[in-house]
């Protein structure tokens, strides 16, 4: 009995993680169109570092989504932060952000999120 408890629990934790990953990437969507041009990434990205160290913490990157208009859920941030944050240093560099901007520019590659 305690078996099927387990994996039940163990099977709503992944599709849970599903659902808020899909959400994710349908937002990062949203926010990569949002975002006109290199100047006005440049911009939204120096106006979201409040503490100017060239990266984004979890707060910083809500800060920025919330600023092009993109409300997410926690679990949606969480997703997102760990999809940019290439190298699990626990910051998202304006390089991780630009290179997957960039990679994504013309709204190609599925689901927008590149892992």
């Given at each position: 009995?305690?078996?099927?408890?387990?994996?039940?629990?163990?099977?709503?934790?992944?599709?849970?993680?599903?659902?808020?990953?899909?959400?994710?990437?349908?937002?990062?969507?949203?926010?990569?169109?949002?975002?006109?041009?290199?100047?006005?990434?440049?911009?939204?990205?120096?106006?979201?570092?409040?503490?100017?160290?060239?990266?984004?913490?979890?707060?910083?990157?809500?800060?920025?989504?919330?600023?092009?208009?993109?409300?997410?859920?926690?679990?949606?941030?969480?997703?997102?932060?760990?999809?940019?944050?290439k190298n699990f240093?626990?910051?998202?560099?304006?390089?991780?952000?630009?290179?997957?901007?960039?990679?994504?520019?013309?709204?190609?590659?599925?689901?927008?999120?590149?892992?």
């Amino acid at each position: 009995m305690l078996d099927w408890a387990v994996g039940g629990y163990m099977m709503f934790v992944g599709v849970t993680a599903i659902i808020a990953g899909l959400a994710a990437a349908k937002n990062l969507r949203l926010l990569k169109f949002s975002i006109k041009n290199e100047e006005d990434l440049k911009r939204k990205w120096e106006e979201a570092d409040v503490d100017g160290n060239g990266s984004l913490d979890v707060k910083e990157l809500t800060a920025f989504v919330q600023g092009a208009g993109i409300n997410m859920t926690t679990n949606e941030i969480a997703s997102t932060y760990m999809t940019l944050d290439k190298n699990f240093d626990e910051k998202i560099t304006y390089e991780e952000f630009y290179m997957w901007w960039m990679n994504h520019e013309d709204g190609q590659g599925g689901s927008g999120i590149s892992v």
